[in-house]
């Protein structure tokens, strides 16, 4: 088997450009692909191939001048590029049959999915085999579920960055440069143990899929499914043991408690849908010691954080009512 690192680039639109395609296409289209990279290893990891091509978008045709500043890309070398069925179909060629892919993130392959359901391309050989190296460079490293950019786990294995970054070339090389450094085969063989901890995972308000989407953040946390839960095992109902932990990314998450089966984490994972309504990926896991100890400490943490902004807001309002007493007494 090969494994295949895979990065790429795409474009935005402007807002309301984006949103009034999404509507008219009535599906998600987040970004439009402008460049594939592709590197390609051995079983033992060594690199026997490598795949780059500029995609020419067909409905973000302007390039949006915060990706062609990372990217380098210019308006010129899209309008030049290939277009999406033809690239994909190269690319399939080029992949060949017997491969996983290696992605850092897990932003990647959704992204291309998207892109091909809008060109109505079959996307299911995308999905076969696919490895979040992060998960694997977490789980080889210090164990911790956080998501690290592809320049820490390169500092952290002292590989050094002599290629322009945001290259979909570049990166998907520098991907297999930290995947030589890790296991990739032992991480496979565990991946889907480490992953499959969830006890339940579903979207909630998915728009693309006909659901009605969550027109406001409250109207989810509302929800049922979220604030009245029963336990995935047994089916009863949860007590919930904290407050909710509101973190950064907009996810969502509640400690709850059955009876029978213990601590449970209960976690929200918001979008926005195309029509601008919310979805969520909801995941239901349970909880060991640890896990409820990192998120009380995560609790505390954001407490902290809410403290220090209103003590900064309270010395502004001070201040700034203290000005407007001087430029009082001034006049
Ligand atoms: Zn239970």
């Known amino acids: 088997m090969y494994y295949i690192t895979l990065d790429l680039e795409w474009n935005q639109a402007y807002a309301e450009k984006a949103l009034a395609v999404q509507r008219r296409l009535s599906c998600r289209l987040r970004g439009e692909v402008i460049q594939i990279g592709a590197v390609k290893m051995d079983r033992n990891m060594n690199i026997c191939g490598s795949y780059q091509i500029i995609v020419k978008p067909k409905y973000f045709k302007k390039l949006h001048r915060h990706v062609s500043a990372l990217t380098g890309i210019t308006q010129e070398q899209m309008d030049m590029g290939t277009p999406l069925p033809e690239a994909a179909e190269r690319f399939k060629k080029w992949c060949g049959k017997d491969f996983a892919f290696l992605t850092w993130g897990p932003d990647d392959i959704p992204m291309l999915k998207e892109n091909f359901h809008v060109h109505d391309l079959e996307s299911g050989w995308l999905e076969e ?8 460079f977490n789980l080889q490293t210090d164990g911790l579920a956080k998501q690290r950019s592809l320049e820490y786990a390169m500092e952290h294995f002292e590989i050094p960055m ?3 970054a945001h290259d979909a070339l570049n990166d998907a090389y520098f991907t297999a440069l930290v995947a030589q450094a890790l296991d990739v085969p032992a991480g496979v063989a565990v991946y889907s143990k480490a992953r499959g901890e969830f006890l339940e995972e579903s979207v909630i308000g998915d728009a693309d ?7 406001t953040i409250n109207e989810m946390l509302d929800d049922d499914v979220v604030k009245n839960p029963v336990c995935p095992i047994c089916k009863r109902e949860l007590t919930l043991c904290d407050k909710p932990l ?4 907009q996810r969502y998450t509640y400690h709850y408690h059955c009876k029978k089966d213990g601590d449970l984490l209960l976690s929200l994972k918001l979008h926005r849908n195309f029509n601008d309504t919310w979805r969520a990926r909801r995941t239901v ?3 060991d010691e640890t896990a409820i100890a990192e998120f009380r400490d995560g609790l505390e943490r954001a407490e902290q954080a809410r403290k220090t902004a209103k003590k900064r807001r309270v010395r502004h309002r001070r201040r700034s009512s203290g000005d407007k007493t001087a430029a009082a007494i001034a006049e």
């Open 129 to 136: 085999r696919v490895y979040d190296l992060q998960h694997i």
């Open 162 to 164: 002599n290629l322009p």
């Open 209 to 215: 899929a006909g659901d009605d989407g969550y027109v």
């Open 246 to 249: 509101h973190s950064k990314g």
């Open 285 to 287: 896991k349970k909880a």
